[in-house]
């Protein structure tokens, strides 16, 4: 199945008050050097990303004085490589992208975090598979994944490993975090299927899967990985950061202010603020979704000192590239950005 980009969208920062604007604003203390900026995404309709959306639809990031262009990449693997390219400035995307570019040789590095648990959980189709029982029934099956290389594939490896079963033992599909993977399960082209919310909640209330492995909880985070693991997040190279520490600061502002409205926010203010097309056709279960998975978006954007090597444990398993590497974890990611914006926002 062909997944093309959605469309870009470019969101306009409001222009600068005349002389006279009060000492206190943030725009007037501090120059930004780089106001324009384009951040890639791979997927922002999943609750994955719901801090980059509240961010977007609030007007956190014209309120810091920037300008942001969102370039939407269903699918996930393109959208590091716009970045690496230098077609974006700065990526929403999983933490470990910045462990598997360092081993590529490029130093990236994340600097707010979004989600302190991976939001994945594993569903067995019941229809192909009704007479399901341990996850070593899954031999031979096809699992449907975001992509191939995304944490969907990662988590599905984790978890199949602890059960005994290899990559080389299942068959893994891309399908996207979208309408197509929900088509995927239910016309029966896959025997169960890995992926974020909205999807794995509308299909499990609608009892098309049977969930029986879950990170969309901290509970089961530790469950799977026995430490926090680290989702999603904004990085960027760290040539980037350092030569734009003001801009950095501002985006980061501006998405820890959204997660702190996100700590109190309640299904009007969610359907009010998301996009129609982001439910999927069924505005219930994308709220029963979000709120079954609030805990697990970060409140302060800080990222947990035990992170970094709990997603390096987990790839060095199944990337041979990353086992093979020396990483440096110290260069994958900065609190400094996120401690300034906790303090300001008070989250």
């Not at 509970?219 to 190279?237: D, H, S």
Request: proline residues 5%; glycine residues 10%; aromatic residues 6%.
């Amino acid at each position: 199945m062909s997944i093309r980009p959605l469309p870009r969208r470019s969101f306009v920062a409001a222009a600068l008050l005349a002389a006279g604007f009060h000492a206190t604003s943030t725009r007037a203390q501090t120059k930004l050097e780089k106001p324009r900026l384009t951040l890639t995404v791979d997927g922002e309709a999943a609750l994955y990303h719901l801090p980059l959306t509240i961010a977007d639809q609030l007007g956190y990031f014209k309120a810091e004085g920037l300008e942001v262009e969102i370039s939407d990449m269903v699918g996930g693997m393109r959208s590091p490589q716009a970045l690496l390219g230098r077609t974006a400035d700065v990526f929403a995307g999983a933490f470990e992208n910045t462990i598997t570019g360092q081993a590529k040789g490029q130093i990236l590095q994340s600097f707010v975090l979004q989600g302190r648990a991976p939001q994945i959980a594993l569903g067995v189709s019941t229809h192909n598979m009704p007479g399901y029982r341990v996850l070593s029934d899954l031999r031979g099956k096809k699992i449907g994944v975001g992509a191939l290389g995304t944490p969907s594939h990662m988590v599905a490896n984790v978890v199949l490993a602890r059960a005994g079963v290899g990559p080389g033992e299942v068959q893994f599909v891309g399908i996207g975090s979208a309408g197509g993977a929900l088509w995927a399960l239910r016309s029966g082209e896959i025997d169960a299927i890995c992926n974020t919310d909205p999807v794995m909640g509308m299909l499990e209330q609608k009892n098309d899967i049977r969930i029986v492995s879950d990170t969309r909880t901290l509970k089961g985070t530790l469950e799977v990985f026995g430490a926090a693991m680290p989702a999603a997040c904004v990085y960027a190279p760290l040539e980037f950061i350092r030569k734009n520490p003001n801009t950095v600061q501002a985006l980061t502002n501006a998405m820890v202010h959204a997660m702190k409205w996100l700590q109190t926010a309640g299904p009007s203010d969610i359907v009010k603020r998301v996009p129609e097309s982001y439910f999927l056709g069924d505005r219930a279960a994308y709220l029963a979704a979000f709120n079954k998975a609030r805990e697990a978006i970060s409140p302060d954007g800080l990222l947990p000192e035990d992170g970094p090597q709990t997603a390096l444990m987990a790839l060095g398993r199944f990337d041979p590239l990353v086992k093979a590497t020396r990483i440096d974890l110290g260069r994958t990611y900065t609190n400094d950005f996120a401690r300034r914006s906790k303090e300001r926002f008070r989250a």
